[in-house]
């Protein structure tokens, strides 16, 4: 039978394919695109509100300065275009003219600096400041088109902070932040994108509508866009396929092959640039100690069977925090070898036994439908170790979202974000101040490298320091990864001009439709 799933090839380190029917003939403006949405999201403030579903329908509603095209370039969005002077010290971006937030206020210079001065702000704990901070000496408005940032030391971390790090810097109205203030925001945002939010119901739909003012001429081509809340993956899959919604986000592993087969629905997959992880909250006891972390996540883990129970042989065993479709990827899988004994061993030595056994609990949430599977068979190899007694606690994810956040937990199976290169995580694991830091560590020798690799700007050997901080992060367990975590999507072939980027953005800018 006629196999319609499309699979992604990297192109030397950053480069990658687009997958997909070709657009036949030209695009037809109107109409609803009905989207099947795995999980609600906690707010629409792209720089505070949590979750990979947040930063997708942002990318629908805000533009950032530089963005991505289908090849990982770098191009213009708001920034009309820039130049780098003073071996890369400076950066001069010149501005769109004419545009308008959501709000019907303009966008320009000032509105980027005080988007800047936001970031910057401790107080406003901004998810992505350890991206800026680091590097961004200030920020300059030198007329009302054109924006300077002058950085610490020379570094080529600027762009990809600004296009694609955690989906990018994207630019709200300072209006509508005074307006609504921070707790107000993520319910009423205002950007420059392609839509604008329309209506909110929670756990339901999320609406947006086009944005007629839209800076890039012709776009959007559709009315409306559609998020309808469908947290159980059969859900989706049979909503696509009896053509009540047009497209998943995610697809679940268990329906891939099905869907792959129906004529008249096309399936996307890449070369995979996300994983699952299970950090441990390294403050708590006993998993301070290095030994039980690298018992429990190391050792007394097989990787091979839960990529092929859980996944269905989708996913890909993975040790190191770098996925294969990411660049700087490192193959460090003989570091953990599945091997129970030496798991016990390390137990034993670090107190844990018969009589004084491990009793813990190991959060996740169904938003991504394979994590309680996961979580599952984690709890069945872990205790078949002997001493180790595991709870799975499986949660709503916005309530996930806010303990991890607070790192109220023990251990967590979660799912990342597509990511391009190692530096995009530095969110996560850097212990110094604005990071998110998931496994509540203190270790500086983490930051150290990070530090090291963002001042590297020779490829090789900021390549080379890439290598060091996976098997440093391996090795000291402080983002220990299960597997892979493959971005499968489909649409309806009513659906056109959607271009599949795996997962490192989701937008309908461009998406028409043929019905």
Known sequence: MYRRLFYGVVVGLLLFAVFGSAIAGEPRRGGTLRIAYEADITGMDPHTSLGIQAMYVGQNLF??????????????????????????????FHLRQGVKFHDGTDFNAEAVKWNFDRLLDPKENVITRSYFEPIIESVRV???????????????????????????????????????????????PAGTGP??????????????????????????????????IMKDGTTRATAIRAGEVDFVNEVPVEHAARLTEDPDIQTYRGMDASKIYMPFNVQRKPFDDLRVRQALAGYGISRQAIAKIAFLGFAEPLVGVIPPGTRGHQDISEMYPYNPGKAKQLLEAAGITADNPLEYSLMTHAAYPPLPNVATIMKTQLESLGPVRVTVEVIDRPIFLKRLREHDFDQVVNMALPFIDVNARSYLLEAGEGSLNQANHTDRHVDALFDKWRRTVDPFAQNQVGHELQRYIAEKMLMPVLTTRPTIQAARDTVKGYTYMRGLKVSFESTWLTR
């Open 195 to 228: 839509f604008k939010l329309a209506r909110w119901e929670q756990n339901r739909i999320i609406e947006l509508e086009r944005n007629p003012h839209y800076f890039k001429k012709g776009f959007p081509y559709v009315d409306r866009l559609e998020f309808n």
């Open 63 to 92: 533009n950032t300065l530089v963005t991505i095209d289908e090849n990982a370039e770098y191009v213009p969005d708001l920034a009309e275009s820039w130049e780098v002077k003073e071996d890369g010290r400076v950066y001069t």
């Open 142 to 188: 030198i007329d009302e088109h054109t924006v300077q940032i002058s950085l610490k030391y020379p570094t080529n971390t600027l762009l990809p902070a600004l296009a694609v790090y955690r989906v990018g810097f994207m630019i709200i109205s300072p209006a509508s932040y005074k307006k609504w203030g921070r707790e107000g925001l993520p319910h009423h």
